[in-house]
């Protein structure tokens, strides 16, 4: 984590207002919530629109800030500990990231994406960890506040930092990429997430796109050659540039992908290789990783043992069992209309299982289409793969709405209500059975996952 004299932190953030004593004074860390504070961090009080980090100084003080932040419009700025006055305490923070970032000697990984950007994180963090001190993403501290905090969390001896980069609008991906300037890009697809904010796939591919604004001059640009708004867009970008995706004519590409029920085996370059996670799909992520690897020069038998220690992040197509012994695929963490069909076929691959359950809930954020996307997703399950589907939420009913199209009613039902679909889950499934269940983040739908386990 970050570690300095108060001196050059009001310096990096063009700040004001120590005296001599205080200047010499260290902090080590930052943090913007006050009952996260530990003794020797900075204290970053924001402002939203709902609340204001200010009223909460004192707390943080007690809690052991050395130091705080605080922008000069507030009033009754504290005098129990150094205060350091800036013009608005969130680009203050966004300075003081990105001055850390450029006065450490480490490369940088940024990754975007409409779908995958976590587990492609996690797996490059895999490949890299075999070979380099690496330092990621937790969670999904990937917005105009995550990215920051994470970069301020590094350790000075970080050689690698690997950096997720989320958006809901136009611009805060080119924010993001240049305050963590990164050596390498990686844009792992187009999909329809934002539609409701961007308005269409090609306004999404251009917000995607602006990561390459903040790349280094040498820096190279990863991407998934199979999409055609990237492939019309990327020429236009000066930078070295590597595809991956399904079709041979990209520089990484797999074959013989085979699904089993403890991960995906596949070859690259005519080696064997298997990541312990679920979904076809998630081969895509792994020739991402894999570029990034071969780009820091990681050796084959490293990236092997790498992807073999993948531990992707929670909620995100884990396999668990339910105290009735049936199996649980629980990808509630989000979904969008790429995202739902990808796990649907991964449902319909597995084998070993008598019978295969879903529970659909609303995808969130997809814009005036936004039903009938819900309904598409309904007409593509197989009924003879996946006959019992279960739906949740308003527009999860559209999905059951368009289930209905290909599938006897007796088997589609929706739910109001979640202990109510529990109950039927547990009435109906057997010990050799499977669920998937996935949603956006919103629907919660992780609170059917617990009550079944």
Avoid: C
């Avoid at 949740?392 to 109510?420: C, M, P, T, W």
């Amino acid at each position: 984590m970050i570690k300095k004299t108060l001196a050059h932190i009001e310096k990096m953030v063009n700040g004001s207002g120590l005296n001599d004593e205080q200047r010499n004074i260290s902090i080590s860390g930052v943090t913007t919530d006050s009952r996260q504070v530990e003794g020797g961090n900075l204290f970053f009080p924001l402002v939203g629109d709902v609340y204001n980090g200010h009223e909460f100084v004192e707390k943080a003080i007690k809690n052991g800030a050395a130091a705080v932040i605080w922008e000069k419009s507030e009033v009754n700025p504290p005098n129990e500990v150094p205060v350091i006055f800036v013009e608005d305490t969130l680009l203050a923070l966004q300075s003081l990231a990105k001055n850390y970032n450029e006065q450490l000697d480490v490369k940088v990984v940024g990754i975007t994406g409409s779908n995958g950007k976590t587990t492609t994180k996690d797996m490059v963090a895999a490949v890299l960890e075999t070979t380099f001190k690496v330092h990621k993403t937790k969670g999904n501290f990937n917005n105009h506040i995550g990215l920051p905090l994470t970069i301020l969390s590094m350790k000075e001896e970080t050689e690698v930092a690997i950096l997720e980069m989320g958006m809901s609008g136009r611009g805060e991906i080119e924010l993001l990429s240049k305050m963590a300037h990164p050596d390498v890009a990686v844009i792992t697809n187009i999909g329809e997430a934002h539609l409701l904010d961007l308005g269409s796939r090609d306004a999404i591919a251009e917000a995607k796109l602006e990561i390459a604004e903040g790349l280094k001059e040498d820096g190279l640009l990863i991407y998934h050659g199979d999409e055609p708004l990237l492939q019309e867009k990327v020429p236009t970008i000066q930078k070295a540039k590597m595809t991956f995706g399904e079709n041979s004519q990209n520089d990484y590409y797999a074959t013989n992908i085979s699904q089993e029920l403890t991960g995906t085996s596949f070859k690259v370059k005519e080696e064997d290789y298997f990541i312990p996670v679920l979904g076809k799909h998630n081969v895509s992520n792994a020739l991402a990783a894999y570029a990034v690897a071969e780009a820091f020069n990681v050796q084959k038998d490293a990236i092997k043992k790498g992807f073999q220690s993948i531990k992707v992040t929670g909620m995100r197509l884990e396999l668990l069992k339910s105290k009735k012994g049936f199996s649980i695929i629980n990808d509630a963490y989000n979904a969008s209309p790429t995202s739902m069909q990808a796990a649907i076929t991964l449902l319909e691959d597995l084998r070993g299982f008598d019978n295969k359950f879903v529970v659909l809930g609303d995808m969130l954020e997809l814009g005036n289409e936004e039903k009938e996307f819900h309904r598409q997703v309904g007409r593509s399950i197989n009924k003879d793969v996946i006959p019992h589907i279960l739906t949740y939420g308003k527009l999860g009913k559209e999905i059951s709405i368009g289930a209905r199209e290909n599938q006897s009613a007796d088997f589609v039902h929706h739910f109001e209500d979640k202990q109510q679909l529990i109950q039927h889950l547990e009435s109906v499934m057997n010990k050799n059975d499977v669920v998937l269940v996935k949603a956006s983040r919103g629907m919660k739908l992780e609170e059917v996952v617990d009550g079944l386990i």
